[in-house]
């Protein structure tokens, strides 16, 4: 037995649409299983596993072969965030990005024509927006309007594409940080020169200016001052909000000084060496 060919629309129906449509509408008698094994029947597949299997194979295929579009990208326009990402994705090592042999990514537009809608990109099925702004900047830019409503395009990352084309946009790839701020850099703006950063320890404002070191390691251990959690003011010098020994607070955020982008701290550590060594 052969099986039917989908067209586009009937891959985009059954992915986004068809499934979410009989969760909630269609036929609530049938439980899921069943559902999926109608909907498995009707489309002559073995089992509904095997269908979505089928369906995924397709869109590769036609991904492959007919993309609306390609673009090169260097990866130093990719914050290190966004390479972990999608290397998980992609099943491969973030060090992959970083070598002359092409890493492809797909990147799909919908709702592109419809006036009240903007358009909806994502790369790799995941939505731009949840990917750091530096990036889907570089994603928007370069897609521009060139990728139709419901057509995949190619963005394909690799050291060979001179870097100078993308001169406009935040890097990634550097960082002269190397001391408090080691590895800071901020995925909206690149800004790598200040931040708030919640910071688990005590405040300046609440020791005495003359205490010593040991003093408030002392005040400290008999309970007389106590951590807790604050946002300090940091360059890589350092901080003046912080007395004696502190630590990024676990699960804190940061926010950028240049641009006001605010996420959880570990957002942040978006420089990636010039090549990547791994996490
Ligand atoms: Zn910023």
Redesign the pocket.
Known sequence: MTNPNFTPAQLIAIRDGLFGTLDSDFNYGMGKPKRQAAIAKWQKATNFDALMQRAKKQEAQQTLNIPAMSALVHPAFIPAGDITTLAKTLNIEPKAFFAPAPVTLTVTCENSGAPYYKNCYTVQGIDVEDLSPAFTEVVEHTIDDALPDGKTGLLIITTLTPDSVEHDFARFDHNTNENCLTGIQ??????TDAFNIDTLGIHADDVDPMMSQSGIMRATSEGELESNVFSAHYTDDGTEDVAGDSEFAPDGEAS??????TRKTSAFYATHPDGWTGE
Request: net charge negative; glycine share 24%; hydrophobic share 0%.
């Open positions: 901020c995925p909206c703006c690149g800004g950028c000084c240049d641009c006001g982008y």
